[in-house]
């Protein structure tokens, strides 16, 4: 079952250069999706779209089967949480706490019951003893557990992560893709992560690539890692093959620079399936 089809979207920010072009792409429920692309590629302005925030020029997008419109906006917002790359703009209240409680608030969920899934949401992103804490206290990492426990808390159906890495450092993104990869196991919650982190991608069951406002690649991983030639010509600011062969270096797996596809495909599928 598709969970969101977007079809011949165009869109812009002053009427005249489109910066997306014509993108058409399907998301399955229950699958964990990357939209990848270099600064520019237009891969972020899909998330405000998909929530309603921007209104797009040309083309449609469908969540749960329903056509998103100025009258259904409210509906498909109901079915999708958001998580954006900087936490601190998600923090309304005076502690963790309060913050995780503030959609349900809104939602008007009994007290009793309230405090029964702060807990449980606390619990699942590892934050249980920082709930009397000041959330603008916490660092970077355990901000955005935060931010993760909050829009869990509401029950989305699809949940997006908007760059919600890029401002970590190396075990911040470590933590918290391994906790995506969690909660989309526990689950089985259809989400969409848009990134630059190729752990993220390594992770995912589905890779949408993209280029100055288009779709240029779109499949699983292992078939857009077989493709590096075409990543390069498409002169991205780094292949992700490449970025992939540097970060696995960096965690200590010795790669020559002659090294053939396969092994990167096979070291790609060892860690989304353990092998």
Not at 113 to 132: D, G, P, T
Not at 155 to 184: C, V, Y
Not at 208 to 218: A, K, L, R
């Amino acid at each position: 079952m598709k969970k969101i089809e977007v079809e011949h979207l165009t869109f812009s920010y002053d009427g005249e250069q489109d910066v997306l072009k014509d993108v058409s792409f399907q998301i399955e429920e229950g699958s964990y999706t990357t939209i990848v692309g270099h600064n520019g590629s237009g891969k972020s302005t899909i998330a405000k779209l998909l929530i309603g925030l921007m209104e797009a020029k040309s083309g449609t997008i469908t969540v749960d089967g329903i056509k998103l419109t100025e009258k259904s906006v409210y509906d498909i917002r109901d079915k999708i949480g958001i998580v954006f790359q900087n936490p601190d703009n998600q923090f309304i209240g005076a502690t963790v706490a309060d913050d995780i409680a503030f959609g349900l608030e809104n939602h008007q969920v009994p007290q009793e019951q309230m405090q029964r899934i702060i807990e449980r949401f606390a619990q699942q992103v590892n934050m249980s003893k920082y709930l009397n804490s000041e959330p603008t206290k916490l660092s970077g990492g355990q901000k955005q557990r935060v931010a993760i426990a909050s829009v869990l808390a509401i029950a989305p159906q699809i949940l997006i992560f908007d760059e919600s890495t890029s401002m970590l450092d190396p075990q911040g993104k470590a933590e918290i893709n391994a906790l995506i990869r969690q909660i989309h196991q526990a689950s089985g919650m259809t989400i969409v992560s848009i990134t630059h982190d190729i752990e993220e991608m390594a992770n995912s069951d589905h890779v949408i690539v993209m280029s100055e406002g288009q779709v240029v690649m779109n499949g699983t991983p292992e078939m857009i890692l077989k493709r590096e030639q075409e990543l390069v010509e498409l002169q991205l600011d780094v292949p992700f093959t490449l970025k992939f062969i540097r970060e696995m270096e960096q965690n200590g797996i010795s790669l020559k620079d002659e090294i053939k596809m396969e092994k990167v495909v096979e070291e790609l599928c060892r860690l989304r399936f353990g092998a």
